[in-house]
C-alpha cells in the first residue's frame, strides 16, 4: 500500500493529498530514509512524520485498504 494512502486510512492525516504534500515536501521518513508518496509501505516499516510542532514515530501492524475509525490505530503503533 502507498504512504499516502496508509496515512489516510490510519487516519493519522485526514487527507491523502495532505499525506502527498508532505511526502513531497520530504517530511515522512521510512527506516531512515526520505519517501516520496507513491513508495511501498510494508508490515514492520517504522514511519517517522514530521511536523513543525515536533515529530511522530510509529510502526506499521497491518495494512488494510479500509478500516472504520475506532478500529484505524490497530494499523500502528507509536514509538517513543
Do not use: H
Not at 492525516?13 to 515536501?25: C, F, G, N, S
Not at 516520496?36 to 514511519?47: E, H
Request: proline fraction near 2%; aromatic fraction near 6%; charge should be positive.
Amino acid at each position: 500500500m502507498r504512504i499516502d494512502k496508509f496515512l489516510k486510512v490510519s487516519r493519522i492525516l485526514k487527507r491523502r493529498t495532505v499525506a502527498q504534500e508532505a511526502a513531497a515536501a520530504g517530511k515522512i521518513s521510512v527506516n531512515g530514509r526520505e519517501v516520496k508518496p507513491a513508495y511501498r509501505v510494508k508490515v514492520g516499516d517504522i514511519v517517522e512524520l514530521r511536523f513543525s510542532t515536533g515529530a511522530l514515530r510509529f510502526r506499521v501492524l497491518e495494512l488494510k485498504e479500509t478500516v472504520k475509525k475506532d478500529d484505524a490505530s490497530s494499523l500502528y503503533e507509536v514509538l517513543p
